[in-house]
């Protein structure tokens, strides 16, 4: 399973920068214990990274055990929408039917902004990634082409041997979204519209303790399986965005599998800072779900 | 063609804050090259700015002195740009929300008219590295010097107010002495810790549109940047008068031909994509900090001028002269509060002290009297113990020595000659030595007593009290 904590939470100090509003470090762990122990160890204030959250660390193992009677479950419409396989929906729909048997109340809660994350994720993550990525150019870092006549042709040509497709397209995205006279339209409305996004949380847990959903609108796919269709890759995105837009925790399992043994993951979602509430919900649903097994044979 | 200038002034001023403005790294200039540098500074993948409180308080500290408008929120934007000198390929900077906006300076002319001119910000950032190009003949290769990478320069960009070399010259000497009052900057722009880059564009007198501006960079002294006014000033109209467009451009100071060359554009025609620096969090602004950043502000030079005129009695000159280095202003201050005599300690401040500095190339610290000695001399000097020439000499001699003044007077028998009976031995001796100019005298030619003081006061080794002197030749010759 993996958990992405609250944005603050882990120092970002030592961590290679991609998306610097969106990274966030975090455990990828066996079992819902282990991720607990290991952001025991890793959580808390850093002096070295300005955006590292002085926020007092709690135990997070003591809610492991603490059970799913009287949890407001949120359940978000607008993730079980079109696109959704139906064997992910029968999955996740499964699991939350089981926290609902523990006690758990059902909430259904909508968060309408939905539909824009993806748009606003990829306008943010690749302009922040095109400045992150300026440091691999050959001077000081990165690789350095052979025989380039000038310093801007050393830039060009390490810049154009030493990243790989994705990345160029992803720095070229970014660019572009910066750039004179595109600044308005691209990213400073993606900025107005991820403070919407998290608005949508804000009001959902006003009336929920968590939210649960699908982690991906479909079954793991094969490595290299879109590579020849950017887009259609990014939209598989679509459900894990908005919580990093929103700078919340997020914390996914497995919970069953395809017809063809795929595993299928469901996601939960908590307030700022309350990755304890999160691992004790997840922990009591792991219980229940069983523990993430070996890995199926891709 | 009638033509007239029009300049503004983008001025960076390395701040003297102890460290780095994101990192811990010191400022020291003159290190060894990247002996001053660590993972921040030298932009490795992965680390993290951390911000300089003392360059926030330094960069409020300017804005409130040029009047500007302190936002509650500030914020850092990063400047994206390829150059070599900069290991991350971009400078945090501030281009959407500056410490400062608005405000003026006022400068005062040599006529003594008095402009204004604004201020259209103040932002805060980092200084980059430096290029050092290799001195084996033939080399390619250029290398690296990241000390100066991450010290704190506040940018403060002017409107193009500036309509002559004059104006432009005042306002570099004003700023560097607002800079220099509220201790923010040694100003030194020999090393680099003032540089000043001038946009300048000509057009048609009584036009109202502003040209296409030159940018000019590599400016590195008050000189080099009037030079570089008047030589772009005359190119710009001759290319107006052969009826040619001026590009906007960057161009470079060429110290060696004189002449201001274009940057090859393809290298630094640059959008430089800002955007708010994700690694770093909004600096807010409280009333309180405002308010104890302006409580920390000594009066600037401008006031000082005013008040040394007012209540010391002083000519607009010498208030302007003494007022334009903090140190100089609080030495005369001391000094005069010790003796209370403003006028004489002013014109040996003015002349002999500010000469010495001069000459030697010392700061007014540097300076080894101190103000109480200095007042001592003037104390000598208004009980008519010494004359006003022998003061210069026992100043000389106060600086060589470090010797009180009564005391150099006394070892070096210096004391004026004030009494009557050894004065009249001088004036018999000479007058009968110049009997013809004793003569002319006699016989109503006020113009040769002239000559009688001069040699009475040689003979004297100049210690004979010049009133004595002059009453003591009228005994004699018209009496």
């Given amino acids: ?125 690749t302009a922040e990634a095109s400045s992150n990525l300026g440091r691999y150019d050959g001077v000081h870092y990165g690789h350095r082409a052979e025989g380039a006549a000038s310093i801007v042709d050393l830039f060009s040509q390490s810049r154009r041997e030493g990243f790989g497709e994705e990345v160029k397209r992803r720095i070229m995205l970014g660019t572009y979204a910066l750039s004179a006279g595109y600044y308005d339209a691209y990213y400073l409305r993606a900025l107005r519209v991820r403070r919407l996004i998290k608005q949508d949380f804000d009001r959902a847990f006003e009336r929920v303790d968590v939210i649960a959903a699908p982690t991906a609108p479909t079954a793991a796919f094969a490595l290299g399986a879109m590579a020849d269709d950017p887009l259609e890759m990014y939209l598989t995105d679509i459900y894990t965005i908005s919580c990093n837009l929103a700078g919340l925790p997020g914390i996914s399992l497995p919970c069953g599998l395809t017809g063809d043994g795929r595993p299928v993951g469901l996601q939960l979602f908590s307030p700022a800072f309350s990755e304890e509430r999160l691992l004790g919900v997840a922990g009591a649903l792991e219980g229940v779900l069983g523990p993430a097994g070996a890995p199926p044979n891709l | 063609m009638d033509t007239e200038l029009i300049l503004g002034f983008e001025i960076h001023t390395e701040l003297k804050t102890a460290s780095k403005i994101f990192c811990g790294c010191p400022t020291v200039f003159g290190a060894p090259p990247n002996t001053q540098v660590c993972p921040v500074c030298l932009g490795l993948p992965g680390v993290l700015p951390v911000l300089n409180e003392r360059a926030v308080e330094f960069a409020l500290r300017t804005a409130l002195a040029l009047g500007c408008d302190i936002p509650g929120r500030a914020t850092f934007d990063r400047k994206n740009y390829h150059y070599p000198d900069l290991p991350k390929n971009y400078q945090i900077s501030q281009n959407y929300h500056p410490f400062g906006t608005g405000g003026a300076v006022e400068i005062t002319l040599r006529d003594g008219t008095a402009k204004r001119i604004r201020i259209n910000n103040i932002h805060l950032e980092e200084d980059a590295g430096k290029l050092l190009h290799s001195e084996v003949p033939g080399a390619d290769w250029s290398v690296v010097d990241l000390n100066r990478a991450g010290v704190p320069l506040i940018e403060i960009v002017t409107e193009p107010d500036f309509r002559t070399p004059e104006e432009a010259q005042v306002f570099m000497q004003t700023m560097r002495s607002i800079l220099r009052y509220i201790d923010v900057s040694d100003c030194k722009m020999q090393e680099g810790s003032l540089r000043f880059e001038a946009n300048i564009s000509v057009r048609r007198r009584g036009d109202t549109a502003l040209g296409p501006k030159v940018e000019i960079k590599n400016l590195n002294s008050t000189k080099t ?187 070096e028998g210096l004391i004026q000659i004030s009494d009557t009976p050894a004065l009249e031995a001088i004036v018999d001796q000479v007058i009968a030595a110049n009997a013809a100019a004793a003569e002319e005298y006699r016989a109503g030619k006020d113009k040769a007593k002239g000559r009688l003081v001069g040699e009475i006061m040689k003979a004297s080794r100049g210690k004979a009290n010049p009133a004595l002197v002059n009453e003591l030749i009228d005994r004699r010759l018209r009496g």
Avoid at chain 2, 351 to 358: E, F, Q, S
Avoid at chain 2, 365 to 391: N, Q
């Fill in chain 1, 1 to 125: 399973m993996g958990l992405k904590p609250t944005y603050g939470r882990v120092s970002r100090y030592g961590l290679v920068a991609y998306a610097s509003s969106l990274d966030q470090i975090g455990p990828l762990t066996r079992t819902v214990g282990d991720a607990a122990l290991l952001l025991q160890a890793i959580a808390g204030h850093d002096p070295l990274d300005s955006t590292c959250a002085e926020v007092a660390v709690p135990d997070y193992t003591a809610g492991l055990r603490e059970g799913l009677r009287g949890v407001r479950i949120g359940v978000p419409k607008e993730y079980f929408v079109a696109g959704l396989d139906p064997e992910v929906e029968r999955a996740v729909r499964g699991a939350v039917e089981k926290a609902a048997e523990l006690g758990a109340e059902l909430v259904e809660v909508s968060l309408p902004h939905t539909p824009y994350a993806v748009g606003v994720y990829y306008l943010t993550a």
């Fill in chain 2, 225 to 411: 940047v009037l030079r570089c006014i008047e030589h772009e000033f005359e190119r710009q109209t001759e290319m107006l008068e052969r009826g040619e467009r001026v590009a906007q451009e960057t161009r470079l100071w060429d110290e060696v031909r004189g002449c201001t060359v274009a940057m090859r554009s393809k290298e630094f025609a640059n959008d430089y994509r800002y955007f708010p620096d994700p690694d770093l969090v909004p600096v807010l602004i409280t009333a309180e900090m405002r308010e104890r950043v302006a409580a920390s502000l000594p009066e600037l030079p401008a006031p000082r001028r005013r008040r040394f005129a007012e209540e010391f009695g002083l000519p607009e000159y010498d208030a302007a002269i003494l007022t334009v280095d903090r140190a100089v202003a609080d030495y005369f201050e001391e000094a005069v509060r010790i003796c209370g005599k403003a006028k004489p300690v002013s014109n040996i401040i003015m002349t002999d002290v500010l000469a010495h500095l001069n000459d030697h190339g010392l700061d007014m610290e540097d300076f080894p009297v101190p103000a109480r000695s200095l007042a001592a001399l003037i104390g000598l000097m208004e009980e008519g113990v010494i004359s006003t020439k022998i003061a210069k000499t026992v100043l000389r001699r106060m600086i060589e020595t470090g010797k009180e003044p009564r005391q150099i007077v006394e070892e």
